[in-house]
């Protein structure tokens, strides 16, 4: 099942997005890269149709993401760059229980092997899934994590992480890096936005570059030039950018 954006565009108050143009496979994992206010947040939300659309459009496998369908919610894993959007009086398990309900729904079926991926998640991200602390008690780092286990936990085919190594330490970020790693070898189309270069060159097989709304860069990491070059393309073409609007 494969990702097309087609000339997508978004305004709202004086920001404008787009159009974007994106192609993703399973067993991928796109960088979505920008500036501070260049609209990835925007984007991923436009993509689950969190966030109304002025053109263009998102299809999952040839299917409209927006409307949400419960096919299209039941197959996407989405982590926002908010932990504003936990529930703060849950413990762990409890929030996990509760998203589960949610994608039991969506797909017509019981998944209680959910639970044991998130208990292997939360022992791969060293997070204390033991514990029995409301979510309210946690560092943003541990929180963080809560949130991509929910996101991860049912195996979905789609993967869109806003921001995910917000809060994390070297060690749980890397150990993160594994686990999306081993979720693309499970052939996962996977998009993470971040601001680390050296990430996306370790991890990314293509990249979208976003600034003031505008879609720089939208390729594979090899027609770049492999990711020995990923970072010299990105700030040139960011240079490139910033000359021309002056």
Not at 54 to 70: I, V
Not at 155 to 175: H, N, Q, T, V
Request: overall charge negative; aromatic content about 6%; some cysteine.
């Amino acid at each position: 099942m494969s990702l097309t954006v087609v000339d997508l565009t978004v305004e709202y108050a004086e920001f404008r997005l787009g159009p974007v143009d994106v192609s993703l496979e399973p067993g991928e994992l796109l960088a979505l890269l920008g500036t501070n206010g260049s609209g990835k947040s925007t984007l991923l939300r436009a993509l689950l149709g969190l966030q109304g659309t002025t053109g263009g459009g998102a299809f999952w496998n040839g299917e409209p993401l927006s409307p949400r369908t419960r096919l299209s919610v039941s197959q996407v894993g989405y982590v926002s760059d908010s932990s504003h959007d936990l529930l703060p009086e849950f413990t762990a398990l409890e929030y996990w229980q509760y998203c589960l309900l949610a994608f039991e729904k969506a797909r017509g079926r019981r998944m209680p092997e959910a639970l044991d991926r998130a208990r292997g998640l939360a022992d791969a991200l060293d997070f204390p899934a033991t514990k029995r602390v409301p979510l309210a008690g946690l560092s943003l780092g541990t929180a963080r994590k809560a949130q991509i286990i929910a996101a991860l936990m049912t195996s979905p085919r789609l993967i869109l992480l806003d921001e995910p190594f917000l809060g994390l330490d070297f060690l749980s970020a890397r150990a993160l890096e594994s686990v999306l790693g081993q979720s693309r070898d499970e052939g996962a189309a996977i998009i993470v936005s971040n601001h680390d270069l050296d990430l996306a060159s370790r991890l990314a097989d293509s990249v979208v570059l976003l600034h003031r709304g505008r879609q720089l860069i939208g390729q594979s990491v090899s027609s770049l030039g492999g990711h020995e070059r990923l970072e010299p393309a990105i700030v040139s073409a960011l240079e490139a950018a910033r000359a021309e609007s002056g």
